[in-house]
C-alpha cells in the first residue's frame, strides 16, 4: 500500500534551518509529481512547494519562495524540503503529498501523516 512518512521536523531559531525528508513506498515514485503542504494552528491547509515526478520542474508559494528549496531524489523514493531563513510564522505540521499525474494537477490522493515544525526563540 501507498506509504508517505515524513521526517526532519522540530524546533528552530528564526532565521534557522530544517530539512524535511519524505520518503515513499508503495508506488512508482519517479512516475508522480509530490508535493508538501502545511497547516498551522488555527488555520487552514496551506500548499507550500511542489514538483514535478522528473524532478526539473517545481514551484512555490509566494509566502516561502526564495527561503525554501524543494528536491527529490528518485533513486531513493524521497523528496526534500530544504527551509531556510525560517521564521515564526513558519510554525505547523508539514505533510508530503502524492499527486495523481506526473505534473502538479492539485489531486492529491495520498497524505503523510505530518511532521511538526515549531520556529521560536
Known amino acids: 500500500q501507498v506509504q508517505l512518512v515524513e521526517s526532519g521536523g522540530g524546533l528552530a531559531q528564526p532565521g534557522g534551518s530544517l530539512r524535511l525528508s519524505c520518503t515513499a513506498s508503495g508506488f512508482t515514485f519517479s512516475n508522480y509529481a509530490m508535493s508538501w503542504a502545511r497547516q498551522a494552528p488555527g488555520k487552514g491547509l496551506e500548499w507550500v512547494s511542489g514538483?514535478?515526478?522528473?524532478?526539473?520542474?517545481?514551484y512555490s508559494a509566494d509566502s516561502v519562495k526564495g527561503r525554501f528549496t524543494i528536491s527529490r531524489d528518485n533513486a531513493k523514493n524521497t523528496m526534500y524540503l530544504q527551509m531556510n531563513s525560517l521564521k515564526p510564522e513558519d510554525t505547523a505540521l508539514y505533510y508530503c503529498?502524492?499527486?495523481?499525474?506526473?505534473?502538479?494537477?492539485?489531486?492529491?490522493?495520498?497524505w503523510g501523516q505530518g511532521t511538526q515544525v515549531t520556529v521560536s526563540s
Open positions: 514538483i514535478y515526478n522528473n524532478g526539473k520542474n517545481t
Open positions: 503529498t502524492k499527486d495523481q499525474d506526473g505534473w502538479l494537477t492539485g489531486g492529491y490522493d495520498y
